[in-house]
């Protein structure tokens, strides 16, 4: 029977044995009797069954197990035996490769095995290996990272500039830091062919020009108090959570991994390593805040974690699924657009109190230096505001009198 591999069921496997993926057809997970676990893709080819290895589990993610997979997956739907296609190019990476350097290929899982450690969201490695499974490896992972040129980063960026823009963009600037990395390391010399800045930018068209950046929907602030009123009719464990994300202007993740450890009286302190900006982040805390976080506790009492089920912090998905039932056309993350605007418009609260109340970095370094406090006051009072706005809600049970 196929399951659905999550990070934690596979985590939590005590239990030896073969468990199939619901995702990709042939992707199995090999537990031994040690617990040792290894990722096995298996499929049929002339009559007969084949094991391909991927790699032992941590160190082959579900993501880059799935991804290679899938690869081999679609090999077979061409009619190409993904076994004999991948000796083939083990002997093509034999006789291209002088001896002692490293394959672009090789290099760069390397790098990304480095990079991982300054992630805290995991969605990061996923992309970075996806880009590069999808668009560089075909082209240029079998050869010696010293022998990449500007024509074969073009080669990879050229087909989806104009039709993936944003893709190929972060493409170009993961190939960039990874062939820096190996000039870092002496492996390559001369300029760096990924390089845009008088590089690139001479040859490829400016991605600005090309697409417009889709921001993330956001309903108008003037919406809100409505869809407020509707989050607590749910009376939803998501709902609270994301009635708590929107009074807050916080971001998703910096509630959903929220402990109540980190709430000291009416102030929440986010740690750093769960905030964008990489530096500690205190949050006023309101009445209806404060109220929600009791009902949250109220709900699941024995959690550590400020919103969960059964001591289990809520996923990623939760308000984004509230939001559907509602049949809001609307992102959580655009709720921080909603009180920008708000605060802007309807308020006399200085650009400097509400930027710090949605911890966006600071640009400019010298400005940077000088603002020491982070206005906690006038942050609060700016919240306050919010929360009244918020929960100024329409009614809808007045009878008009009408004279006799």
Not at 161 to 176: I, Q, V, Y
Not at 182 to 202: E, F, K, V
Not at 225 to 230: V, Y
Request: aromatic share 8%; net charge positive; proline share 4%.
């Amino acid at each position: 029977m196929a399951t659905n591999l999550t990070f934690k069921f596979v985590e939590n496997l005590k239990v030896p044995g073969r468990y199939t993926d619901a995702l990709v057809k042939g992707l199995h997970l090999w537990v031994k009797a040690n617990l040792t676990k290894y990722w096995i893709f298996r499929f049929s080819c002339n009559g007969k069954q084949h094991n391909i290895s991927l790699g032992a589990y941590p160190r082959v993610t579900i993501a880059e197990a799935r991804i290679k997979a899938q690869r081999a997956r679609d090999e077979l739907d061409k009619g190409s035996n993904p076994l004999t296609q991948r000796k083939e190019v083990k002997l093509k990476d034999k006789a291209e490769k002088p001896s002692g350097i490293k394959t672009f290929r090789e290099f760069s899982l390397e790098c990304l095995q480095k990079k991982r450690l300054e992630w805290t969201n995991k969605k990061h490695a996923d992309q970075w290996l996806y880009t590069l499974e999808e668009f560089a490896f075909p082209v240029i992972g079998h050869l010696p990272v010293n022998q990449v040129t500007m024509e074969h980063i073009l080669a990879i960026l050229s087909p989806i500039w104009d039709t993936r823009t944003e893709t190929a963009s972060r493409l170009r600037g993961r190939l960039e830091w990874i062939l820096a990395a190996a000039t870092t390391l002496r492996l390559r010399d001369g300029s760096n062919p990924a390089s845009w800045r008088g590089h690139l930018q001479t040859i490829l068209p400016a991605p600005k020009k090309i697409n417009k950046v889709k921001h993330f929907k956001a309903l108008p602030y003037s919406q809100i108090p409505e869809l407020l009123r509707k989050l607590n009719d749910l009376c939803s464990i998501g709902a609270l959570a994301l009635e708590f994300t929107i009074l807050n202007a916080s971001r998703s993740g910096e509630v959903f991994g929220g402990l109540r450890s980190e709430v000291n009286g009416n102030i929440w302190t986010i740690p750093a390593s769960r905030m964008k900006a990489k530096r500690e982040h205190r949050v006023p805390l309101c009445p209806r805040a404060l109220e929600i976080l009791a009902i949250a506790r109220a709900m699941d009492p024995e959690s550590s974690y400020l919103f969960s089920r059964k001591g289990k912090p809520l996923s990623g998905m939760t308000m984004a699924m509230v939001l559907r039932r509602l049949e809001a056309d609307a992102t959580v993350h655009g709720f921080r657009s909603g009180f920008r605007d708000w605060a802007a418009e309807e308020t006399n609260h200085s650009s400097e109190v509400i930027e710090m109340a949605l911890a966006h970095s600071i640009t400019n370094r010298v400005e940077a230096a000088y603002r020491r406090k982070d206005l906690l006051e006038k942050r609060r009072a700016l919240l306050l505001d919010w929360e009244r706005y918020c929960l100024n809600r329409p009614l809808h049970n007045i009878i008009e009198l009408k004279a006799a």
